[in-house]
Structure formats: C-alpha cells, structure tokens
C-alpha cells in the first residue's frame, strides 16, 4: 500500500511541476542549479529531481565531490536519469552559455560560493571576486537567454547581530564579515534586478543553521580542512578525527551559558526550495525573501547532548572564550514562510543528530571514505 500511496504522491508532484508541450505531452521543467554538488546543493538536487524537475548541475566542486552527484543519482531511482552534470565555474560565461544554449531552463537555483568566515576575513577580494561576479555573470547569461526565475540561497547571516528573536524578514540588514557582505550586495543587486524589469522573479532564501544528512546516510556534509561550524565538527570528534569540541563562550545570557542558534534539518532545507520553485511560478512575486529556519533556539550544549544521545558517543568538551564576531541568540520568524510558502520545518533536533550520526558512521571520512562507480 505504502509504494502506492508514495507513486501516486510523485505522480501528482511530476504533474505540478510539467509543462505541457506543444504536442500534449507532459515535459518536465528543467532547473540549473550552480553549485548543486556542495552539502546544501545535492540535498535539494536530490528533492528536486524525486518531485519530477529535471536537473541540470554546474559544480567547480572547489569544496564538494563528484560523489555526491553519483550518489543523488541512485538515491533518486528511475528520476535519476533527468540529472545530468557539468564542472564548470561559473566565471567560465562560455561555458555557462553553452549550457543554457543547450537546454532551457525554467529557473535557477544559486548555491555556488565560497563561504568559510575565516577565510573570508583573511581573503576578502577573493571573495568579493568570486562571490559577487559569479552572481552577477548568471544574472547576466540568464537575461540574455530570457530565464528570469531565480532562487538565490542567502543566510541568516545578513541579521548581523540581530537586537532580538526571533529574527523576521523586515529586520535591519548587516554584514559583520565579508563573506555575510557578499550574501546582503548579491541580495540587493536581486532587488535591483526585479525593480528593473517586471519579468524577473527572484526568491531569497535566509537558511539558519543546516545539519543532518539524508537519511540513508549516502550524502551529507564533508567540510574541507578544519570545520569551520558546530555539527560538522561534532561529528569528526565522534569519529575519533578530533579530540574534543572547543565551546566558545559559557557566558552568554541563555539557559546554560552557551549560544543559541536555529538549527535546520538539511531535507527541511532541501523542501523549502522546491516550495520556493513553485512559488516563484505565482505571477506577482517579484523579489521576495523567506526564513528558512525551524523557529526554535538550541544552546551548543543542547546539541551535544543531543549528538551523544543519537550516536552513543561521548563528546569531550573544552571550554573557551567566545568566538569573535558571534551572536548571543539568532533563531528564526518562519511565519512568512508557512504562510506564503506552505512550508515548515517538520524535523527535530533528535533526527537532526540521528540522521549526521547515521552519515558520519557510515562515512567517517566524507565522499573519501569510499570507492563509487558510475554504474
Ligand atoms: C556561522 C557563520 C555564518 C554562516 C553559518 C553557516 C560565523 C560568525 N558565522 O554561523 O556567517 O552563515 O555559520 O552555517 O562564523 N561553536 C562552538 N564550537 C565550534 C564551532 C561552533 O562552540 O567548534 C558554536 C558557535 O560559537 C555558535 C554555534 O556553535 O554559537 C554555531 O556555530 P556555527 O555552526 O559556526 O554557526 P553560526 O555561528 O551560527
């Protein structure tokens, strides 16, 4: 009965998300998703092919592998076939024009980027170049081939160090760091974008913090170097990489003295963008933004405790100073989103933790860990 109910389910979301041609038929929209082979990428590539689009990635994979490619692609069964992949950066516009010469897309979604804080203190002008032209010779190459629906993947870091919670669309926007800058100019050069010609429809997605991994643990996070957030390094501690969690600051004024943040299940995150594609196909968006967050505050310590419980594993602790740059309390208003986007995060820390452990064990070394055939 179940396989039933869940064909049937797909049946109907490949029907909402095809055109009709000019013969009858039933043809799939085709979305180009830069950056679709990172952490964030291949979990919506994944939702969108299972929901009947056709995918198109262009990856550098700078900090993803062609491995989770390979995975998405069986994970998604027979929708499998409508994904197909390029490595290309984007700065390469020949390429890029090829590419939306051979196919036409009905939107895009841009996850590509660098986004290590860190490294974009210490490097900012690469940032800002890669960042800010990537984004820009995509607007640009999508004008010139009359595709003008676009979800750009934004972050909550554009609060700043947000005055209260939850944190709501309207609030006042600031960068304290030049990669959080690069996410609020590609925002706005969007706005300014849409105000220029009524045909460009762009959703901004504010994601908060994204963990876990699809359940299946056959894709997920696998940071480059030293990780950078809590959870990626949560998990190498597990594994035995790490010897002990540093927690930066126990003196913050929440329940145990540690930082709250609005942790996001990484499927939840990945459903948010096909609600955000099928918004965008509403005639009268515009520009418009959305929280995509759970709505709820977790103290670091809440989170270890909850790793622990999901893996068996106990978490050493070394209690540090804060982390410059860090805010108290960030945690999401998802009222727009439900209401606009009929979307809601449905999953909980528990699963988050179980689902990261699920792929951490399975994959104590990331896409490394083991050998994948094309097959
Ligand atoms: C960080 C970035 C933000 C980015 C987001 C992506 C900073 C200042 N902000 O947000 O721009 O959009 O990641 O997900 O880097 N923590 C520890 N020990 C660790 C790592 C983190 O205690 O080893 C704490 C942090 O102090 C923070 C919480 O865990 O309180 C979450 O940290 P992190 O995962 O880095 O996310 P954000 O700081 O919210």
């Known amino acids: 009965m ?79 076939n409508n994904l197909s992949f390029h490595k290309a950066d984007l700065s390469d516009r020949d390429v890029l024009e090829q ?17 290590a804080v860190g490294e974009s203190v210490r490097r900012p002008l690469l940032y800002y170049n890669n960042n800010l032209s990537g984004a820009i010779t995509l607007l640009e190459v999508m004008a010139a081939h009359g595709c003008k629906k676009l979800v750009f993947s934004s972050s909550a870091t554009v609060y700043g160090w947000p005055k209260e919670a939850p944190c709501k669309e309207e609030f006042h926007l600031s960068a304290v760091n030049p990669y959080g800058r690069t996410k609020l100019i590609i925002e706005e050069i969007c706005r300014d974008v849409c105000s220029s010609e009524q045909e460009w429809k762009i959703i901004l997605l504010r994601y908060f913090n994204p963990v876990g991994a699809h359940p299946s643990g056959y894709i997920g996070e696998d940071p480059q170097g030293v990780p950078n957030n809590l959870m990626p390094f949560v998990q190498q501690v597990a594994v035995g990489k790490r010897p002990a969690l540093t927690v930066f600051g126990n003196d913050y004024n929440t329940t145990d003295g540690t930082a709250v943040r609005d942790y996001i299940h990484v499927a939840d995150l990945a459903d948010g963008h096909v609600a955000a594609l099928l918004k965008l196909d509403e005639s009268n968006t515009g520009c418009e933004v959305y929280n995509l967050g759970s709505g709820k505050g977790t103290s670091v310590l809440e989170m270890v405790r909850a790793f622990e419980q999901a893996s068996g594993k106990k978490i050493p602790l070394v209690i540090a100073g804060r982390r410059p740059g860090d805010a108290e309390i ?31 064990s399975k994959n104590p070394y990331g896409y490394g860990s083991q050998e994948d055939s094309t097959d």
């Not at 043809?27 to 056709?54: C, D, E, N, Q, R």
Request: hydrophobic share 45%; proline share 2%; glycine share 8%.
């Open 2 to 80: 179940l396989p039933l109910i869940i064909l049937t389910h797909r049946f109907l979301l490949f029907l909402s998300n095809s055109i009709s041609s000019e013969h009858g038929f039933m043809i799939p929209k085709t979305v180009l998703v830069t950056g679709g082979a990172g952490y964030i990428g291949s979990h919506t590539v994944l939702h969108l092919l299972l929901a009947g689009f056709k995918t198109v990635v262009i990856d550098n994979l700078h900090n993803s592998s062609q491995t989770s490619i390979l995975r998405v692609k069986k994970l998604a069964g027979e929708f499998g």
């Open 99 to 115: 590419i939306f010469v051979s196919t036409k897309f009905d939107a895009v979604i841009h996850f590509a980027g660098l986004k």
């Open 330 to 360: 960030v945690y999401a208003s998802t009222e727009k989103a439900e209401r606009e986007l009929k979307w809601k995060a449905k999953y909980g820390i528990d699963e988050m933790c179980r689902d990261q452990w699920n792929w951490a």
